[in-house]
């Protein structure tokens, strides 16, 4: 199953929004595709909506993905960590540096799925290491909420390598999305609505590869947006299932 549909409309222009102020106290974790998200809201910021999902932080960094953030506290492999205030961290021990109050996972995947596992059970591992942080932060901050944001895919051209694919990609967003639903986390697909044919649509990529361009986030900002305001009406509900792609292939 392949979702092409759009399910939340998004504006030509951003404009500011009530529901940004939902994001304060918050953290988007990430890897380069979130770190493109956060030069996209710097600029908002920076230029007619100062308020731009409230104030939010951002903790990311190219290269960068939960293998490395579970498995690099006490050595110089820590310098794929993100800094904060001049000093890197993991996401573990950021959270209580900073503060907040929600975190937002995103950084899940595509560093880590060709490098670090088997081919075979490579998403199944992935997930179990996100799973794993999740845990950290619920035992050290049990006031703190944790929510995943889907990870996004390739292009159909660099759909086509033995373990980063968005056959594995899409299995680690179900595994994650299953743990959500069985343990009360929210889940967003930011995915589905940037995906064509089973791939990332061209037109939102940037590079052609696997990152995103401003006419993708603004669909990212659509539906965190929405998201808000689903979570303030008390109507929010995660998806059943992401589309498992390229099984058939």
Not at 1 to 20: G, N, R, S
Request: charged share 20%; hydrophobic share 35%.
């Amino acid at each position: 199953e392949i979702m092409d549909t759009p399910i939340i409309q998004v504006p030509e222009k951003l404009v500011a929004a009530e529901e940004d102020m939902f994001f304060n106290d918050s953290v988007f974790v990430g890897n380069s595709v979130m770190l493109g998200y956060k030069n996209f809201t710097n600029k908002q910021r920076a230029g007619s909506i100062p308020n731009f999902l409230g104030k939010a932080k951002f903790f990311c960094a190219g290269s960068w993905g939960v293998y490395h953030n579970n498995r690099t506290l006490a050595s110089s492999s820590k310098a794929t960590n993100p800094e904060y205030a001049g000093e890197k961290y993991s996401v573990e021990d950021v959270v209580g540096v900073m503060g907040v109050k929600t975190v937002y996972i995103n950084f899940m995947g595509l560093n880590d799925l060709a490098l670090y596992y088997d081919s075979k059970n490579c998403a199944r591992k992935c997930a179990d290491d996100v799973i794993k942080l999740i845990k950290k932060i619920n035992n050290r901050y049990p006031d703190v909420d944790v929510v995943i944001l889907s990870a996004t895919y390739l292009t159909a051209s660099r759909n086509n390598y033995a373990s980063l694919n968005n056959k594995n990609l899409s299995m680690l967003n179900n595994y994650l999305l299953d743990y959500c639903n069985e343990n009360g986390l929210d889940f967003v697909d930011i995915a589905s609505q940037l995906t064509e044919k089973g791939c990332l649509a061209d037109k939102y990529a940037s590079d052609g590869y696997c990152h995103i361009g401003t006419g993708g986030y603004k669909i990212w900002t659509a539906i965190l947006r929405d998201y808000a305001v689903q979570k303030m009406n008390g109507t929010y509900i995660n998806p059943e299932r992401m589309p498992l792609l390229g099984i058939n292939k």
